[in-house]
């Protein structure tokens, strides 16, 4: 497979609106990440507004179990925005630390939680896929490939790393690497050539996240002592 077919190919079906919006919807994503690295709320206004575009397009290109993923993404970006909130003196940057003990043992919890979540929407997708109608279809697994199992996965692992960054936790960003490394080839796969780019951009961001999250909680430990 050569570069045309990953990512000018599955183009060639879509319409200039859709391309448009995945495109912006890539920027958006890219400004939240570049926000949550210098702290700023607005990584939740932007990646609430990418999100949302990607419910709109998973739905429209038929992949409804993905969508419905994303609309449990927004949700959580709406979570994580009033914690920011509550936790700002400016209302506009927050201060970071690492993670307790306690916030570990939720983080697995919720990432037990979300991998069964998950599979349940699967279970159900040939009946999302078929407008909620029962007629001729059968529910399992035996639709999955390879990239879906991944989506399970990396769903929780996102879940997990969205939780910790809502706490405003620098573990957060071991959560986002291993996410985003495992969705480039997931979204090639899927015919979204833009969005694995992006997810490629991620991941070199993720990890300047972690310096620079790591950094300042080390420089405000030094002044407090």
């Not at 949550?36 to 507004?49: A, D, L, R």
């Not at 709109?56 to 909130?85: E, K, P, Q, R, T």
């Not at 690497?177 to 090639?188: A, R, V, W």
Request: hydrophobic share 50%.
């Amino acid at each position: 497979m050569n570069l045309y077919d990953l990512f000018i190919k599955p183009y060639e079906t879509y319409t200039n609106l859709q391309i448009f919006l995945e495109g912006f919807a890539t920027v958006l994503g890219i400004m939240s990440v570049f926000f949550s690295i210098k702290k700023n709320i607005w990584v939740y206004p932007t990646g609430i507004v990418s999100t949302i575009i990607y419910v709109y397009l998973l739905f429209i290109a038929g992949l409804l179990g993905d969508c419905m993923i994303n609309v449990y993404y927004s949700v959580m970006s709406v979570y994580g925005w009033i914690l920011w909130n509550k936790n700002s003196e400016d209302q506009i940057h927050v201060e970071v630390s690492w993670a307790k003990k306690k916030e570990w043992m939720m983080a697995a919890i919720l990432f037990i939680l979300s991998i069964f979540l998950v599979m349940i929407i699967y279970y159900y997708k040939p009946y999302i896929d078929n407008h909620f109608s029962t007629e001729n279809i059968e529910f399992g697994f035996y639709h999955l490939d390879w990239a879906n199992w991944l989506d399970v996965f990396t769903t929780s692992i996102f879940l997990v790393g969205m939780w910790l960054m809502a706490k405003r936790r620098i573990e957060s960003w071991f959560f986002w690497i291993l996410g985003d490394l495992i969705s480039i080839p997931m979204y090639i796969y899927k015919g979204y050539g833009i969005t694995s780019v992006q997810y490629l951009v991620f991941t070199m961001m993720a990890i300047l996240g972690y310096v620079s999250w790591k950094k300042s909680f080390k420089e405000k430990q030094r002044v407090q002592l």
